[in-house]
């Protein structure tokens, strides 16, 4: 038989096939093993021959050991897979040469998805070398980051606050150095109480808290603020580096680094020195010595227990702590709502030294209620109100988020103000000259203690704040009285509900209340109301209004009089306004609707925090609070023709020579240049015939509005000239700290007085103010308006006498032609006048003025019930209400 008498057969595909069959010698494909190498006969081998191998693997390592690919290669004419010239295969030329690589990846002896898993042992590789290179880099960093030196860093310096015209104001900040004392002079208590409370394990631990600082990192990646859990050497060394104070996780590990080598080269005792010596607790004192100077006038030796537990809280944050409040900083921050808050943690800091045996229970019990502090303005550079504008910047600045309250305390800073050194002299002495020559609390003590004055002046141009009065003296007033200070307006919120009349318009009765919102009818000044005094109020569609209680609410008029002709007493929006009728702006309120009033405010530039009782009628006569800051930039943007700028204190701020602030000023559409300047003729009315006849000024346009509250609680005049918007409050509040549940008081009989109004004492503080502060300026006019929407004949009133079942719960209604001349009564009894449905009626106190709103407010506000009610819990907190810096330029 020759050589070519048996043909082998022919294959019927490539690849996997036809490395089975095994073709010996050279092919297209890969090169199968050698004759001989894998112990076969050198002949080829038929199919009945058996295979020399038991499974394939075996064969491929084979193949593998040999030199040659992991399959056979396919027999010419085949259609398996064609090898690389070489006969490397899929490019393995190392496996094909023999030579190992370093790394095996991807893995040469592997098929597919396989050969891109990593062996465990290229993993475990891996694993070690990248924390040997880990332990090697913090090894290296450790040894090359020192350890802090607290004295030279942590030293405050002045900040300095300029006058609108660039001249100095005050320098400011860096009085209270941090003052060094030695561990044995710091109590034992004051030691004690911040381990218990901040780091129990100090004297043990190794000056790190690993759960601290992962809640720390983790919060940062996620973009939070950082939170707390560092120990006390964590905070010594982070108070050390206050060069870089920045929330990054760079920083982050920098401080643990810090950290882990304080606590192992020094002390403890050293680093509770430092940190004691070098933490800020608030009022610019940087250390234990500067603290107990700034809260209770003695040296750091000579603190009690309770004294040092206070201290301890105030770490926390002062801002939250201070028993003085800092609502100028953040309107939470009130002073109950701050004494409350450090009551409960310096108990709970006193607990625990207790629990920890480092106070006795004897001596605890001692400590029980808030040690007394001092005013935090002890400074005499912050008399008078330069201390209320200092504070005023530098809350708009924190609050603004332009520097920080740390980094402002550490100070470096020239702060430009917006503040007219000339008007906030003449604003000062206006209240002084009223105060001296009516205000009595010597002679008069029932009824002229506790007077306090607030005022504010805004550039209707610009925003900005060019006037304050904060109170008597910053160094012995602690509230700014500019600010928040709880005080309701009154009516001089009638003309939100006048722009929002004239903006969107009264629905129409006949329809549904989801398309009445949509179809409604613009109002005229010249629109007709019902000045009718006890009216009863009713709802846009001509149903009487009800509160939850199902009770109808009758509006009091000032002195309880009817205004109007009889017997519907209509009486035009124009002339409601110049009187001062509750009745008619309630109703009007009822028919635009209270949403719109409340959004016409907010628009104006009120904040809605401040805003109160938004649900019932008497929201529109100003049972609200904002401040007189507030008031000024709201009404400022009446006189710019609508145009809202927020008010603003601050226009630029430098360090090192460097401008890192500067303000810019925007304004927003509130209202049309017709609503506005609308709104402002009516006011204008008011100032020239009607409630605000004091505040005239010579030769120029005035536009205002006076406010008194029921119970003659505060007073108000807000007004405004081309050039300058300025309000005025009047209040009773005592400054005593020590009086519980303080409120406020009534001004029956206060300055010689019967009723204190916004007709009389803020008036004639407005006038004599606004004289001095225009004098030289150019004399502007108001803008002529344009005629503005129909005239509305609201429907005639109900007859003024109560319904049967009213009668019997009732006091005798007046007449139906009440004389419009009767006398309000100095003060009037409850029986007198007030009835159950007499919501809106104060113990009989509401009689008079321009009364617009109430001190019941909340639930009943603006009714006449003589049940207390949830808002006169609220009155007594008068910082209730947000305050200028709410807001976000504020």
């Known amino acids: 038989m020759s050589e070519h008498r048996r043909k082998p057969p022919q294959p019927q595909g490539g690849g996997r096939a036809a490395a089975r069959r095994g073709q010996s010698g050279s092919s297209s494909g890969r090169r199968a093993a050698p004759r001989g190498a894998t112990g076969s006969p050198s002949g080829s081998y038929g199919p009945d021959d058996e295979r020399p191998y038991s ?47 370093l790394i095996d990846y991807p893995r040469s002896d592997r098929d597919g998805w396989q050969r891109w898993m990593p062996s465990w042992k290229l993993v475990t590789g891996l694993c070690l070398t990248f924390f040997g290179g880990l332990v090697a880099a913090t090894g290296l960093a450790y040894a090359m980051v020192g350890i802090p030196d607290i004295a030279k860093t942590a030293s405050a310096q002045n900040n300095v606050y300029y006058w609108a015209d660039g001249s100095q104001m005050v320098a400011t900040g860096g009085e209270r150095n941090r003052q060094e004392v030695e561990l044995s002079r710091i109590p034992k208590a004051m030691q004690n109480a911040v381990i218990s409370q901040e780091n129990r394990s100090f004297y043990s631990d190794s000056g790190i808290d690993p759960k601290g600082i992962a809640r720390a990192v983790f919060n940062m990646a996620r973009g939070g603020d950082t939170q707390g859990g560092s120990t006390i050497t964590q905070q010594y060394v982070k108070n050390a580096m206050l060069d870089d104070q920045s929330q990054t996780l760079s920083r982050k590990a920098k401080e643990m680094l810090v950290s882990v080598k304080v606590g192992a080269k020094v002390n403890k005792r050293k680093i509770l020195e430092g940190y004691l010596n070098s933490a800020y607790y608030g009022r610019g004192a940087y250390g234990i010595q500067a603290a107990a100077r700034a809260y209770f006038d003695k040296d750091a030796d000579e603190l009690n227990a309770g004294e040092c537990a206070l201290l301890a809280a105030v770490l926390k944050g002062a801002t939250y702590y ?68 200092v504070d005023l910047a530098k809350a708009s600045l924190i609050k603004n988020d332009v520097i920080t309250q740390k980094d402002l305390e550490t100070g470096g800073y ?22 001296k020559e009516n205000i009595r609390p010597e002679d008069r003590p029932d009824t002229d203690t506790h007077v306090q004055f607030g005022g504010a002046s805004v550039d209707p141009k610009t925003g900005a704040i060019v006037a304050i009065y904060g109170g008597e003296d910053a160094t012995k007033h602690f509230t700014n009285n500019a600010d928040v200070t709880g005080a309701q307006v009154g009516s001089t919120f009638k003309p939100y509900v006048l722009a929002a009349a004239m903006k969107w318009g009264v629905r129409d009765p006949d329809l549904g209340e989801t398309q009445a919102q949509d179809e409604r009818t613009v109002v005229s000044p010249k629109s007709l109301y019902s000045g009718q005094n006890l009216l009863k109020i009713k709802n846009y569609d001509g149903t009487i209004w009800k509160n939850e209680k199902d009770e109808q609410w009758r509006q009091v008029n000032d002195g309880d009089q009817s205004l109007g002709e009889a017997p519907d007493y209509k009486i035009d929006l124009r002339e409601a306004m110049r009187e001062s009728v509750n009745s008619a702006f309630v109703q009007l ?58 008010p603003f204190s601050v226009t630029k701020v430098v360090k090192k020579g460097e401008t890192i602030f500067t303000h810019k000023s925007t304004s927003k559409d509130a209202f049309t240049a017709k609503v506005a300047d609308n709104v402002t003729d009516v006011l204008k009315t008011v100032v020239d015939e009607g409630t605000g006849s004091k505040a005239q000024l010579t030769g120029r346009d005035v536009a205002g509005k006076t406010g008194t509250t029921d119970g003659n609680k505060s007073a108000w005049f807000v007004g405004y000239t081309p050039q300058l918007s300025t309000a005025i409050s009047m209040f009773r509040y005592p400054d005593d700290e020590t009086i519980k549940n303080r409120t406020f008081l009534e001004m029956f009989g206060t300055g010689g007085q019967k009723k204190i109004h916004g007709a009389s004492f803020p008036s004639e503080i407005w006038h004599d103010y606004m004289e001095k502060a225009l004098k030289g300026e150019k004399v502007e006019k108001f803008p002529k308006p344009e005629p503005i929407g129909e005239v509305i004949n609201n429907d005639p009133p109900p007859s003024p006498s109560p319904t049967p079942s009213e009668t019997a719960e009732q006091s005798p209604s007046p007449s139906a032609e009440p004389s419009p001349t009767t006398p309000s009564p100095t003060a009037p009894t409850p029986s007198s006048t007030c009835g159950v449905f007499n919501w809106n009626c104060d113990d009989g106190e509401n009689r008079g003025g321009d009364n617009g709103g109430n001190d019941v407010g909340g639930a009943n506000g603006g009714g006449q019930s003589p049940s207390p009610t949830s808002s006169e819990t609220e009155e007594e907190n008068p910082t209730r209400g947000q305050g200028f810096f709410a807001g976000p330029n504020g």
């Open 55 to 101: 499974t394939r693997a075996e064969a491929r390592r084979a193949a593998q050991r040999s030199g040659g690919g992991r399959r056979r290669a396919a027999e010419p004419g085949g259609g398996g897979r064609r090898a690389a010239p070489g006969g490397s295969g899929r490019g393995r030329a190392a496996a094909a040469s023999g030579s190992k690589r």
């Open 322 to 389: 201070d028993p003085a409040g800092a609502t100028s900083i953040d309107p939470g921050a009130t002073e109950e709502a701050n004494k409350k808050r450090a009551l409960r943690q310096m108990q709970d800091t006193l607990d625990k030294m207790v629990e920890y045996q480092h106070l006795d229970q004897a001596e605890r019990v001692k400590y029980t209620t808030l040690p007394k502090v001092q005013n935090p303005r002890s400074n005499t550079q912050l008399t008078g109100q330069i201390g209320y504008l």
């Open 589 to 646: 309120g009822m028919d635009v609707g209270l949403d719109k009033v409340k959004e016409a405010a907010i628009d104006s530039g009120l904040l809605k925090g401040s805003l109160t009782g938004t649900n019932y009628p008497s929201f529109s006569i100003g049972i609200s609070d904002p401040s007189a800051i507030r008031m000024a930039g709201s009404y400022a943007t009446f006189a710019a023709s609508g145009k809202q700028r927020e």
């Open 414 to 435: 020239s702060i430009f103000t917006t503040f007219d050194k000339k008007k906030v002299d003449e604003l000062e002495k206006a209240v002084q000259k009223v105060y």
